[in-house]
């Protein structure tokens, strides 16, 4: 088969709505099955993966950003439902729940404090633009969330989800191994913090250390979440007045 024909057949297939959505599909079983093979090593994130992988196929094709996502965005949509079942394994462990309740609580206000805030003050002070800090700042957040604050901000959202993806990312590499250099073994303590910190695939790591590590990471993820969207909002106005 020639060129020109490879180029008509590229052409036709890249028209259809569902191509993106395979092809993302597709990578994400080959990361996962990847990830398997390395033994689970943190640093086969399937994420990383799968990210790299479209990364470099939207590269080699020329394909822009908005048609792959109009063919992949049902996986999008799915954030949604998929962050609201996981309350399913949070149930299971409602008693210890109740019991640190008083913890959890400091815990979400200083870590999501300090994710928003400490992220605006390093952009501004390095000098970014107002849409990019406005777009960092929610990076610790779940992304549709985290975009929905990023446009209210008046951050870009498009931005705002590299951000999120990057972070979760690193999150769910590194996180786990620095919290165990520095004595935090608790499985609901490691949990809090990586949904606190990496939300989405944080947590999705933390359920490959233990359902209740999972439980934990995902409370951390809803509430940080819901937390972040009331503060923030009115708290950038006064850091942007410090800095300046």
Do not use: C
Not at 18 to 33: G, Q
Not at 49 to 77: E, M, N
Not at 80 to 89: E, F
Not at 170 to 187: C, N, S, T, W
């Amino acid at each position: 088969m020639n060129g020109d024909a490879m180029t008509e057949i590229w052409v036709y297939l890249s028209a259809q709505p569902l191509l993106w959505l395979t092809l993302t599909l597709a990578v994400y079983i080959l990361a996962i099955a990847l990830h398997r093979r390395a033994g689970g090593h943190p640093a086969a994130n399937p994420v990383l993966i799968s990210v790299s992988i479209l990364v470099a196929l939207l590269l080699l094709t020329g394909t822009p950003y908005q048609r792959y996502f109009d063919g992949a965005q049902f996986v999008h949509f799915l954030l949604g439902p998929t962050t609201v079942a996981l309350a399913i394994p949070l149930h299971s462990q409602l008693k210890r729940l109740v019991s640190m309740a008083g913890p959890l609580v400091i815990a979400l206000m200083i870590g999501s404090l300090t994710a928003g805030l400490s992220a605006y003050a390093i952009g501004s002070l390095l000098g970014a633009s107002a849409p990019t800090v406005a777009s960092l700042a929610p990076k610790s957040v779940t992304t549709p969330i985290a975009m929905g604050i990023a446009e209210r901000l008046g951050g870009l959202a498009s931005l705002t989800a590299v951000f999120v993806i990057l972070t979760g990312i690193f999150g769910a590499i590194f996180a786990d191994g620095i919290l165990k250099r520095v004595g935090v073994k608790d499985e609901a303590s490691v949990g809090f913090a990586l949904g606190l910190a990496s939300h989405g695939i944080g947590t999705a790591r933390a359920f490959q250390l233990s359902e209740q590590t999972g439980a934990f990471a995902a409370l951390a993820m809803g509430l940080n979440g819901l937390f972040t969207a009331i503060t923030l909002p009115w708290l950038l106005p006064l850091m942007a007045a410090i800095i300046r």
